[in-house]
Each structure stands twice: as structure tokens, then as C-alpha cells.
């Protein structure tokens, strides 16, 4: 399987591993479903891809020198106020 998932560089890739998605973020990663890893293959192959996203998102977190204690899972500057297309 190859991957194209690259972590944190946007917010729009999603990708899904046997059930288990993971959708992309430039502040984070959510991952969420019911996966399982079985005992053949296709596990191995489930697996493996898993570990190639996250041992790509740990290595860019490892990278950053400025990465803060904590960050607010929406950033207030990333956030543009839009007109309410429903207002008269």
C-alpha cells in the first residue's frame, strides 16, 4: 500500500486503514472507527500501513523545535468569519 497520507500538511487528506480513518490537519490528526488487526496478511498490511502514518507524525512532531505544550484543537487566527448567506 502506498502512502500518500503526509501528516499535518493539510486539512483536507483522509485516508482509511481496515476501518480505522484517519483524517488530516494542519494542528491535528483525528482517528476514529473499529479496526482489527488480524493474525495474516492483510493484517500485516493494516498494520504496517498504521505504523508508516504514525511514525511519520511522530518524526514531524520530533522535528519541530518550537512545538507548544498544548494547542487548542481550533486556532482562532486560522478562523475567517463569514457572511450568513441566509440573512436578508
Known amino acids: 500500500m502506498k502512502?500518500?497520507?503526509?501528516?499535518?500538511?493539510?486539512?483536507?487528506?483522509?485516508?482509511t486503514i481496515n476501518g480505522l480513518t484517519l483524517?488530516?490537519?494542519?494542528?491535528?490528526?483525528?482517528?476514529?472507527?473499529?479496526?482489527e488487526i488480524?493474525?495474516?496478511?492483510?493484517?500485516l498490511a493494516a498494520a504496517t500501513a498504521l505504523r508508516?502514518?504514525?511514525d511519520l507524525a511522530i518524526a514531524k512532531l520530533i522535528?519541530?523545535?518550537?512545538?507548544?505544550?498544548?494547542?487548542?484543537?481550533?486556532?482562532?487566527k486560522a478562523v475567517t468569519p463569514a457572511e450568513n448567506p441566509f440573512k436578508s
Open 3 to 15: 502512502n500518500t497520507f503526509i501528516p499535518f500538511a493539510n486539512d483536507s487528506d483522509s485516508v
Open 23 to 35: 483524517e488530516n490537519g494542519v494542528l491535528t490528526i483525528a482517528i476514529y472507527g473499529n479496526a
Open 38 to 43: 488480524t493474525h495474516d496478511q492483510a493484517g
Open 52 to 54: 508508516d502514518i504514525l
Open 63 to 76: 522535528a519541530n523545535n518550537d512545538l507548544p505544550k498544548k494547542i487548542s484543537a481550533i486556532d482562532p
